[in-house]
């Protein structure tokens, strides 16, 4: 059996060789998905199971241009994984790009994540959406 940071672990592996529907296998059917932010990130929002996760991934994808992804620290706690890690993007519409870090936090139980959450410096994201941003 998996351990839940193996389980993680496994997602962003999945998720850097673009094996979409291998991230989405991962999720759960009444997982809790959340991306922090206002209206004006596109990928903001709450979302439930594999299929939220997977709007949400869309979103992304579909409204900015990944440059730089990575996680760069797992730390687990029983069912509960923490990922600290980096990414550099451009967003399609205005040109703008972002750098941020972020905290991702995990529940997963039986094999399947639970919940998650992603955090970034929602305000530069933003200013990178906005048709009136000045450089974040």
Known sequence: MNTSVEIVRG???????GDIQGVL???GDECEVEFLGPKSIPFAGKYVGARGMGEALQKFTGTCEIIEFSPDEFHADGDHVTVLGHEHCRCKATGREWRTRLVEVFAV???KI???VCMYDTAR????YSQHATEA
């Open 125 to 128: 994201v933003a200013a990178a």
């Open 114 to 116: 639970r919940s998650f």
């Open 11 to 17: 997602v962003y592996e999945r998720l850097e060789r």
């Open 109 to 111: 139980r039986k094999g």
């Open 25 to 27: 296998a991962h999720f």
